[in-house]
């Protein structure tokens, strides 16, 4: 029974992707796969410095995000929550904006080069890695955070009767929680940073930073060659599925230990000590200043109110509807990978949700685009196509939050549904959805500041009527309005941040 | 949950209404019809002369205009298409989608001969070097010299993959290099900063003091004194001469609208279209405007060779350049 939904979640993915790529290879076909094997050279050094940025990025954000998220959970600080929050903004932003958030600080002109009076240059690989840890860090953390919080409280109490070291802790508790999201949170980071364009091109010096997703981006753009790009997307496809079944061999998953989800419960939390405080003080320094930098170059500007709320109205609407929809793709989805017997199972829920991320969305509005093309592109089609797509990019954020607090709290309670005679529809009401209530709102904050900062999906279907917070910050850019786009841009991470603060007290509330 | 997401977005864009009288689609760039673009003034201005109501359809730029041209095919919604290059107008005219303008060409005012049947310009620029007066006192007098020039020095390009000075800028060093054009960009490659995906980053970046120096238009200058009253960014003249970017429109053939479409590309080459372009387009207009351009656009750099390959060349050669480009600056 309750695999029915997810099932159909699946198709309903899994169709969606068919209508992208398949049109673009149809068209490719048409033209008798003129491009012939996209196995050059070229592609092979592509390939090369798109997984070795990629592995680097994720290794970096990763590594780094074990210890900040133990180190924010064991401790108590005044503006505490304020930090946990603020690590959800980095996402919230489009490429182009966090760029020049990240130059303001680490630039040639920026504030550590002047600070320093030692010349600084993050144009290459640095730049990249710096961009990603920016970006992938902060998510880390929240998402090994929210593990942390899953944890019940009994072992934390029995490490205390116990007189477990801080250590102890970590290796008996603390670690096997991380690891419980360690390879979902990697995977999705490397294939986050796989499908990178923007802030890789931008900082990587020159056209030796190169990735799958530029290649493909210029064989379907600047050549117009379907059959080229169809291919390499099906080189990304392969690539990264392997990739990602190959890191579900490796998922670990976390037995027993049930919780109602409530905050650190059994836990008392210290005071940091000076390690931690020097681990937290220098993720939230990394992660603050640029956002500061943000803020400040937004506030003396001349804002743009009216734009600015037409624009914020449109992106709160696409928000909105792709919050909605990735949610009940992936409540299903969580809920079968939860009680699903064999490792492929899990796995292919796995790749089915991270699917979004691998097949590149100029392929996917490509597709979608011959297929709508009969009907005109209508405003009201614009909207759809745009949500739609926004919902295949958050849903791989939603299915990372919510698979595996599902595995958590849904298993414990069937023994107990079960002889209660609670089942179905029920059951999802009165006792899944409010204990999961906490990771529900936490995928939607997630959700929210993903289709809140596309400027992807946007601007391959936006139009004049359809301007979101992002394209409005592009077009000033792009008419010399670097000022206004400034003013915008901080417009968006307030209305981010608020949402997201919102969300979670919501989470909070039982 | 859905109910006033509904609502909201019909708030947000209830403004079309449905009308009687004939409508011209024109296919156009984004910042061309944003609300500080040229585009508003224009739909106004045409509207009480044709009796019609013109609808512009926003696409991000010339290069995705075309490809949404080539996927529609026929069955295209445009009757007009305004804000492709010449260096994609071998491209479009391959979609056999294209009719005659029946313009007299004899009207533009451009520093080339214009031939081209189908597309009629409506507007020009220079690419050129913009830099930033406060960090470079002697800035490159050539192409050469930014080549040749101090390697601390940089300066930030434009992806030719991705973006339209991008290649605007492959092309000028092809017309000044010819078959040395990859020794030139390998030696380049050292003062080469960033090369972004777009003319936005690069000039974001240049604007945060990045580099000294960007791949932009001699017109650049001109919107900073203007809209910010700063004489702070120059255009470097270099001596060689500059690329040129003429951006034209093309009206469908087939359209059921199409004399309708001759006559907004009879506009668009009147006085009344060309007044919008220089202060809102920030480009050269393509003919004559109702009064004399602003004192400002005088100050700017006037190239004294005007370099500009025909659309079939680019067409044939753009994919073979722009490895080129790869080989030279990848190793």
Same mark, same amino acid.
């Given at each position: 029974?309750?695999?029915?939904?997810?099932?159909?979640?699946?198709?309903?993915?899994?169709?969606?992707?068919?209508?992208?790529?398949?049109?673009?290879?149809?068209?490719?076909?048409?033209?008798?796969?003129?491009?012939?094997?996209?196995?050059?050279?070229?592609?092979?050094?592509?390939?090369?410095?798109?997984?070795?940025?990629?592995?680097?990025?994720?290794?970096?954000?990763?590594?780094?995000?074990?210890?900040?998220?133990?180190?924010?959970?064991?401790?108590?600080?005044?503006?505490?929550?304020?930090?946990?929050?603020?690590?959800?903004?980095?996402?919230?932003?489009?490429?182009?904006?966090?760029?020049?958030?990240?130059?303001?600080?680490?630039?040639?002109?920026?504030?550590?080069?002047?600070?320093?009076?030692?010349?600084?240059?993050?144009?290459?690989?640095?730049?990249?890695?710096?961009?990603?840890?920016?970006?992938?860090?902060?998510?880390?953390?929240?998402?090994?955070?929210? &593990?942390?919080? =899953?944890?019940? +409280?009994?072992?934390?109490? %029995? @490490?205390?009767? #116990?007189?477990?070291? *801080?250590?102890?802790? /970590?290796?008996?508790?603390?670690?096997?929680?991380?690891?419980?999201?360690?390879?979902?949170?990697?995977?999705?980071?490397?294939?986050?940073?796989?499908?990178?364009?923007?802030?890789?091109?931008?900082?990587?010096?020159?056209?030796?930073?190169?990735?799958?997703?530029?290649?493909?981006?210029?064989?379907?753009?600047?050549?117009?060659?379907?059959?080229?790009?169809?291919?390499?997307?099906?080189?990304?496809?392969?690539?990264?599925?392997?990739?990602?079944?190959?890191?579900?061999?490796?998922?670990?998953?976390?037995?027993?230990?049930?919780?109602?989800?409530? &905050?650190?419960? =059994?836990?008392? +939390?210290?005071?940091?000590? %000076? @390690?931690?405080? #020097?681990?937290?003080? *220098?993720?939230?320094? /990394?992660?603050?200043?640029?956002?500061?930098?943000?803020?400040?170059?937004?506030?003396?500007?001349?804002?743009?109110?009216?734009?600015?709320?037409?624009?914020?109205?449109?992106?709160?609407?696409?928000?909105?509807?792709?919050?909605?929809?990735?949610?009940?793709?992936?409540?299903?989805?969580?809920?079968?990978?939860?009680?699903?017997?064999?490792?492929?199972?899990?796995?292919?829920?796995?790749?089915?949700?991270?699917?979004?991320?691998?097949?590149?969305?100029?392929?996917?509005?490509?597709?979608?685009?011959?297929?709508?093309?009969?009907?005109?592109?209508? &405003?009201?089609?614009?909207?759809?196509?745009?949500?739609?797509?926004?919902?295949?990019?958050?849903?791989?954020?939603?299915?990372?939050?919510?698979?595996?607090?599902?595995?958590?709290?849904?298993?414990?309670?069937?023994?107990?549904?079960?002889?209660?005679?609670?089942?179905?529809?029920?059951?999802?009401?009165?006792?899944?959805?409010?204990?999961?209530?906490?990771?529900?709102?936490?995928?939607?904050?997630?959700?929210?500041?993903?289709?809140?900062?596309?400027?992807?999906?946007?601007?391959?279907?936006?139009?004049?009527?359809?301007?979101?917070?992002?394209?409005?910050?592009?077009?000033?850019?792009?008419?010399?309005?670097?000022?206004?786009?400034?003013?915008?841009?901080?417009?968006?991470?307030?209305?981010?941040?608020?949402?997201?603060?919102?969300?979670?007290?919501?989470?909070?509330?039982? | 949950?859905?109910?006033?997401?509904?609502?909201?977005?019909?708030?947000?864009?209830?403004?079309?209404?449905?009308?009687?009288?004939?409508?011209?689609?024109?296919?156009?760039?984004?910042?061309?019809?944003?609300?500080?673009?040229?585009?508003?003034?224009?739909?106004?201005?045409?509207?009480?002369?044709?009796?019609?109501?013109?609808?512009?359809?926003?696409?991000?730029?010339?290069?995705?205009?075309?490809?949404?041209?080539?996927?529609?095919?026929?069955?295209?919604?445009?009757?007009?298409?305004?804000?492709?290059?010449?260096?994609?107008?071998?491209?479009?005219?391959?979609?056999?989608?294209?009719?005659?303008?029946?313009?007299?060409?004899?009207?533009?005012?451009?520093?080339?001969?214009?031939?081209?049947?189908?597309?009629?310009?409506?507007?020009?620029?220079?690419?050129?070097?913009?830099?930033?007066?406060?960090?470079?006192?002697?800035?490159?007098?050539?192409?050469?010299?930014?080549?040749?020039?101090?390697?601390?020095?940089?300066?930030?390009?434009?992806?030719?993959?991705?973006?339209?000075?991008?290649?605007?800028?492959?092309?000028?060093?092809?017309?000044?290099?010819?078959?040395?054009?990859?020794?030139?960009?390998?030696?380049?490659?050292?003062?080469?900063?960033?090369?972004?995906?777009?003319?936005?980053?690069?000039?974001?970046?240049?604007?945060?003091?990045?580099?000294?120096?960007?791949?932009?238009?001699?017109?650049?200058?001109?919107?900073?004194?203007?809209?910010?009253?700063?004489?702070?960014?120059?255009?470097?003249?270099?001596?060689?001469?500059?690329?040129?970017?003429?951006?034209?429109?093309?009206?469908?053939?087939?359209?059921?609208?199409?004399?309708?479409?001759?006559?907004?590309?009879?506009?668009?080459?009147?006085?009344?279209?060309?007044?919008?372009?220089?202060?809102?387009?920030?480009?050269?207009?393509?003919?004559?405007?109702?009064?004399?351009?602003?004192?400002?656009?005088?100050?700017?750099?006037?190239?004294?060779?005007?370099?500009?390959?025909?659309?079939?060349?680019?067409?044939?050669?753009?994919?073979?350049?722009?490895?080129?480009?790869?080989?030279?600056?990848?190793?």
């Amino acid at each position: 029974m309750t695999r029915l939904p997810a099932i159909f979640a699946l198709a309903v993915i899994v169709v969606a992707i068919g209508l992208g790529i398949g049109p673009v290879i149809g068209i490719g076909l048409g033209q008798g796969m003129a491009g012939a094997s996209p196995f050059d050279g070229y592609l092979w050094q592509v390939l090369r410095f798109t997984l070795l940025q990629a592995g680097l990025s994720t290794l970096l954000s990763v590594g780094f995000a074990i210890p900040v998220s133990w180190a924010l959970f064991r401790t108590t600080f005044p503006g505490r929550n304020l930090v946990i929050q603020l690590f959800a903004l980095p996402m919230a932003l489009p490429a182009i904006v966090a760029v020049l958030g990240i130059v303001a600080i680490f630039g040639r002109a920026g504030l550590l080069a002047k600070a320093s009076g030692v010349p600084i240059d993050i144009y290459g690989l640095g730049g990249i890695l710096i961009a990603h840890v920016f970006f992938n860090l902060p998510f880390a953390v929240r998402l090994f955070m929210q &593990r942390l919080d =899953g944890v019940a +409280p009994e072992p934390w109490r %029995l @490490a205390t009767q #116990l007189g477990f070291s *801080t250590g102890d802790r /970590f290796r008996l508790i603390g670690w096997p929680a991380i690891r419980s999201g360690l390879t979902g949170a990697a995977s999705l980071i490397f294939l986050l940073c796989t499908a990178s364009f923007a802030a890789v091109l931008t900082l990587g010096g020159g056209p030796r930073a190169t990735t799958l997703e530029v290649a493909i981006y210029q064989a379907l753009r600047f050549d117009f060659d379907p059959a080229r790009a169809g291919a390499l997307a099906l080189v990304q496809l392969v690539l990264c599925a392997v990739l990602v079944a190959l890191a579900g061999q490796y998922a670990l998953q976390m037995h027993g230990g049930a919780s109602l989800a409530s &905050r650190r419960y =059994g836990f008392t +939390p210290a005071s940091p000590g %000076l @390690a931690d405080t #020097l681990l937290i003080g *220098t993720a939230t320094l /990394f992660v603050a200043a640029p956002l500061l930098a943000i803020v400040l170059s937004g506030i003396s500007a001349s804002f743009a109110w009216s734009a600015i709320a037409r624009a914020s109205l449109t992106s709160a609407a696409i928000a909105i509807a792709s919050v909605v929809m990735s949610i009940a793709l992936a409540l299903p989805m969580a809920f079968a990978m939860a009680r699903a017997q064999s490792r492929a199972g899990q796995t292919s829920f796995a790749l089915a949700g991270v699917l979004s991320l691998i097949v590149p969305p100029a392929v996917l509005a490509t597709g979608w685009f011959v297929l709508v093309a009969g009907f005109g592109l209508s &405003r009201w089609l614009a909207f759809l196509l745009v949500a739609a797509m926004n919902t295949l990019m958050a849903l791989p954020f939603a299915l990372g939050a919510l698979a595996p607090a599902a595995r958590q709290v849904l298993l414990p309670h069937d023994r107990l549904c079960a002889s209660l005679g609670l089942g179905g529809l029920h059951r999802l009401w009165r006792i899944d959805l409010p204990l999961l209530r906490k990771p529900l709102f936490f995928a939607a904050g997630i959700c929210f500041a993903v289709s809140l900062g596309d400027l992807t999906a946007i601007s391959l279907f936006g139009s004049q009527d359809l301007v979101t917070l992002p394209s409005l910050i592009y077009a000033q850019m792009g008419s010399y309005r670097i000022d206004s786009a400034a003013a915008t841009a901080l417009v968006l991470m307030v209305l981010s941040i608020s949402v997201i603060i919102l969300a979670e007290r919501q989470g909070r509330q039982s | 949950m859905k109910k006033p997401a509904a609502i909201l977005y019909a708030l947000v864009t209830s403004a079309v209404a449905a009308q009687a009288a004939p409508t011209l689609t024109v296919y156009t760039y984004e910042s061309f019809v944003a609300e500080w673009g040229p585009g508003p003034k224009i739909k106004e201005k045409f509207e009480k002369t044709c009796g019609c109501t013109v609808q512009w359809v926003a696409i991000a730029d010339g290069v995705a205009m075309l490809n949404r041209l080539k996927l529609e095919g026929a069955a295209t919604q445009a009757d007009v298409v305004l804000g492709l290059d010449t260096n994609l107008t071998a491209e479009a005219k391959e979609t056999g989608l294209f009719g005659a303008h029946h313009q007299d060409a004899s009207q533009l005012s451009l520093p080339i001969a214009w031939t081209d049947a189908d597309f009629l310009p409506f507007d020009y620029g220079h690419f050129a070097v913009v830099y930033d007066t406060e960090k470079m006192t002697a800035p490159p007098k050539s192409l050469d010299d930014l080549v040749n020039g101090d390697q601390n020095q940089k300066v930030i390009l434009e992806d030719p993959r991705s973006s339209t000075p991008g290649l605007g800028f492959l092309l000028w060093m092809k017309s000044v290099y010819g078959d040395k054009a990859g020794e030139a960009w390998h030696k380049l490659k050292g003062r080469i900063l960033a090369t972004t995906p777009g003319w936005s980053e690069a000039y974001g970046l240049f604007t945060k003091g990045e580099a000294p120096m960007v791949l932009s238009y001699t017109t650049s200058p001109a919107y900073h004194i203007v809209a910010e009253n700063t004489q702070r960014y120059k255009a470097a003249s270099f001596n060689e001469g500059h690329y040129l970017q003429v951006e034209v429109a093309g009206l469908i053939d087939k359209s059921p609208e199409r004399a309708l479409a001759e006559q907004f590309m009879a506009f668009m080459i009147s006085p009344a279209f060309q007044d919008e372009i220089p202060t809102s387009n920030w480009m050269f207009p393509a003919a004559k405007t109702s009064a004399p351009l602003p004192e400002t656009f005088n100050t700017l750099v006037k190239p004294g060779k005007t370099f500009l390959y025909s659309p079939e060349e680019v067409a044939k050669n753009r994919r073979s350049w722009i490895d080129e480009w790869l080989n030279a600056v990848s190793q």
